[in-house]
């Protein structure tokens, strides 16, 4: 079982001690709509209906999203809010365990009070868990807290965490012709387990008698040797502030110092420092300070609440013997270590950016000035650069020079004439290439073939279309023991000693040579948007052997270029290696079977059907969105049968290597960035080729989800 199920039934079970045992999509119908719309802030989810059905609605939706990670959260806010929600069921006896403890009882000899505890304490334990030997255990210890409890009651006390006695006495303060008495809570010495059991009550109530006289006798000196030192007149505090601390001061603290009003302490802290906010904790003072650091290249200065931990025992103690406050130092220690951490988070990220911006050749004050302009607004008054706003800058830093990038790119494109374009890439033009094409329908073996040539390569390169395929790549080259590095616009994973990189295409590095370069999907030359960077790889790639693969529909294109360089072209064509088979009739949800591709053209569409397929399967889903880690994680589920539905955008159309056995489209009309059309006829067939993986099935099917759609196919 993978851990992330294993988690779940965790949670599962905790989450139905708050529902009186109930499951949650049972327990969660007594919560009332205030406590379900506080869940809801809680969560950060505002966009819902605030009435109960849909409240109730939406949440059992985000609770069955095993991997969003709302589910964790979702226990937290039960457990926090400490409120059992009872089902009202008369709960049913176990006699079998009642009966066995009955028994024991019998054979231990426990008097009433004994009796009853006992009983408390293995009430809920399971009937074969319960014996004798725990029981006895059990008593034994029931009868030392019981002496405990007489002994407390005897000497007007409590016992301690660590068994020392813990009182009430009152005490006298003189001071300025002022008098009065106040309750301090005090502690003996501690005593061992040994001696509370041992010895009889008697003697253990006249020993820690004689030791309460004493703890009271040296607190009363302690206080009148404090007043005593007291600086007359007082540097920070007035008699009345001394007298009204003295009195205010709680019964029990963990400094050794009077308590002081935070009013005090701050009018005291703000004579050296611009205080925006003070607060008292058990043994520390939080003091918030407006400070700023002056930013790299760049004449900006950030301003940031700077927190200040500053000991309160420490403090209270330079105050009540009149020494100087030594905060100076204090602050130039946090602040130095705060901006510290900052600049060096600070340049992770901008190397971060760098990384995307490299063909912008931009200085380091163009490039600091481009990530300030989007990570100030997200740091508000903070220095934590935070992996979320990492992430988020970094995300905002590549979609904001995107437009620039394609512009540079096509700016070089046309800085020369058709004429002199191939000498755009000298170190390609320098090297004596041999251009391959594999061209066949999906499900040929074409990119298994040159797949092959690459990984005997000593040195190359793997160039596909989509994020989750050239991860696929990188994956299938380390399990063969290649060093392989990963190169997307969203995640790299770099090795130093790399012979082989998988990437996307728009990330080909020009200027360093190998010996093979296999560019996939080849027909996508012909793609309005993105086409440029298929043909740049291919005049390009300074590699010995291109190796392309692709459908048929690209041959015409990729002889004329091959004409245009002047360089040798070898042409394979591949056929499919096992049937596909188009189902006659459209098929009902209830007919979808396991290891089933049902295919969207919309991120809603999908979500949409994964809620409505997750009632009859367990489902996977991909699209452009996710993330890397989460495609690589719904495929690898799907691949090894953890899930039964594969939900996916035409993204699986490009080369993902899964054990399809039917294709379904939900639709047969895609939008295509001008206008709604129907799927042409070599998307129908790049699509339906994922069906029947050969060496993974030994037919192919595809079909719709209803008339309309299956008509086109």
Known sequence: MGKKNKKNMKINQKIRECFDGDPFDVGVERVSSETLSELFSTLGVYDVQHTKKALLKTLRMLWSEADGGFRQEILDFFIANDEVYESGKPKELNLDRDEKIRQIMEELNPNMDEEIRLYEAFADVRSKKIT????????????FEMKKEK???ALDGSFDIDDSLEFNASLRYKIHAQHFHKILTLNTKPYSYEYLEDNSIEEIVYRISLDKEKVVELKQASIENFIAALPSPHDYLTDKEIESALRASPPKTKVNYPTLKASILKSLIEIQLDVLELSVRDEEVLVKINESVKLPFSELEHSYVLELHVELNGLLESIWKGEALELDDLVQEAKKEHESAFLLELTELVDSCANYATLLHFSDEELHSKVYEFLLELLHNSLGITPKIHKKTTRIFIYNIQDQLIKQQRRALL?????????????????????????GPTNSGKTYQAMQRLKNADTGYYLAPL????LEGYETLKEQGIDASLITGEEQILDDDATHISSTIEMLNFEVDVDVCVIDEVQMIDDRDRGWAWANAIIGAPAKEIIMTGSSNAKEAIIALAEYLGEELEIIEFERKNPLTLLETWTDPTDVKEGTAIIAFSRKDVLRLKQEYSRYFSVSVVYGNLSPEVRREEARRFREKETQVLIATDAIAMGMNLPIQTILFSKAEKFDGVSQRNLHPSEVHQISGRAGRYGLSEEGHVGALNAVALKIV
């Open 132 to 143: 004798i030997e725990k029981m006895e255990t059990k008593l034994r210890h029931i009868r």
């Open 151 to 153: 002994l407390e009651k």
């Open 415 to 439: 800085a020369r004439t058709i004429r002199d374009f191939k000498n755009l890439f000298p170190m390609a033009r320098e090297t004596r290439r041999k251009l391959t094409l594999h061209i």
């Open 467 to 470: 994020r989750l395929l050239a």
